[in-house]
């Protein structure tokens, strides 16, 4: 399925190679609060330096609004690295130019280098092919092992590929393999659970698995605009009117395969301490809005989940930041990890569901990248991927 070259694919002992990882984690006080994207590029990374490469990494971190902003800078993930390797990273405070030519050069086999935020340069979002060619100045290869950003077309994730010899790291790799095994040959019954608040973001995706999967499951606040479509007042809840059109457009190709909650947990504010009902699906009550599906809903799902041979989830089915509207998406948690079924979660909010629940160890394959696993899962192909060289 993966028909991409890969770092084993290539020599790189003794080469500089310009890695492109996803170090865009939380930082807090300047400590990494959770590491685990950068725990996820550990494979690719000690490969090369076992292989002999000097490694020099860049990433984007946060949404940087007006170049260089130190609350956004990579030295934390350098800091952090350097614990996690056991010796040290150096750090360069520009990612291209001068100062990161300089610190590339000095390199030796073993060594590593983070860059500074990919992000503080203007060149970055815009593919800008100058900025492109000073990264591509560092190094001798390009590895892109930044799944979670391999769906923007950056000059770090695209363009500094048309200038070095660019290969895949391990983390991309086992990504695309998952998620493309799913849909291009799923074991069946796939069993497709999508939630979240906006159906905007999940048109075309919903669309492309209703043509595969055998039944997509729905709930969070996208479920809302489904209930309105289908004239249901809805109180306070959250709907997304503009896409009321779709929806019903959906809801009639769709047939028996889109399933919908049967009840829900009503609440009369936005508020864990707000009074809350459970109620079968129906009008809203003036009021009051729906924050979570209801047990009778978990059940029905679990059901379904417990029969499937392949399942993918992406997104809450509730506002599960508050534990009284999180029933929901633990149920769901659970039965995913309790299926036999080839489980890949993606998406920051059902990713987080399931580490607090405690239950990631149950699940195939945890994908690193919301809005890359949603592209790939609607179809479309990834540029970040697409500039690889082929097998």
């Not at 998620?179 to 905007?200: D, Q, Y």
């Amino acid at each position: 399925m993966f028909n991409k070259k890969l770092i084993t694919d290539i020599d790189v002992k003794g080469k500089r190679v310009l890695a492109r990882v996803d170090f865009n984690v939380p930082i807090k006080d300047g400590k990494v609060e959770d590491d685990t994207r950068i725990v996820a590029a550990l494979p690719t990374i000690k490969y090369l330096l076992d292989h002999g490469a000097a490694v020099i990494l860049c990433s984007h971190l946060g949404r940087p609004k007006e170049g260089p902003d130190p609350k956004y800078s990579m030295r934390p993930t350098a800091e952090h690295l350097s614990k996690l390797l056991g010796k040290p990273v150096a750090f360069s405070d520009e990612c291209v130019g001068p100062v990161a030519e300089a610190a590339a050069k000095a390199l030796k086999p073993g060594d590593v280098l983070v860059l500074e935020n990919t992000r503080f340069y203007k060149g970055e979002t815009k593919n800008d092919p100058e900025m492109a060619k000073q990264l591509a100045a560092l190094a001798d290869i390009y590895v892109n092992d930044a799944f979670g950003s391999a769906h923007r077309a950056h000059a770090s994730t695209e363009g500094v590929a048309h200038y070095l010899p660019a290969v895949a790291g391990f983390l991309m790799e086992k990504e695309i393999k998952y998620l493309g095994e799913a849909i291009s040959n799923p074991k069946r019954p796939f069993v497709a659970i999508l939630g979240g608040a906006k159906i905007v973001d999940k048109i075309g995706v919903i669309r492309n698995l209703l043509k595969i999967a055998d039944t997509v499951l729905i709930g969070g606040g996208m479920a809302n605009t489904f209930f309105k479509a289908q004239g249901y007042p809805m109180g306070e809840s959250l709907v997304d009117g503009e896409a009321l059109e779709t929806a019903r457009e959906i809801l009639q190709d769709a047939g028996p395969r889109l399933r919908l909650p049967v009840d829900v947990v009503i609440a009369d504010k936005f508020d864990n301490n707000a009074h809350t009902k459970i109620i079968d699906v129906g009008a809203v009550p003036e009021g009051w809005a729906i924050l979570d599906i209801g047990p009778e809903t978990v059940a029905a799902y679990s059901k379904v989940i417990k029969d499937a041979g392949t399942v993918v989830w992406n997104g809450p089915m509730g506002v599960f930041e508050m534990p009284n509207f999180a029933k929901g998406t633990f149920g769901i948690a659970q039965a995913v990890a309790e299926s036999q079924a080839v489980s890949i979660v993606g998406g920051g909010d059902s990713v987080s569901a399931l580490n607090q629940s405690g239950l990631s160890d149950k699940i195939t394959h945890i994908s690193t990248g919301g809005g890359a696993s949603l592209e790939m899962l609607e179809g479309l192909t990834l540029p970040g991927v697409a500039a690889l060289q082929d097998k």
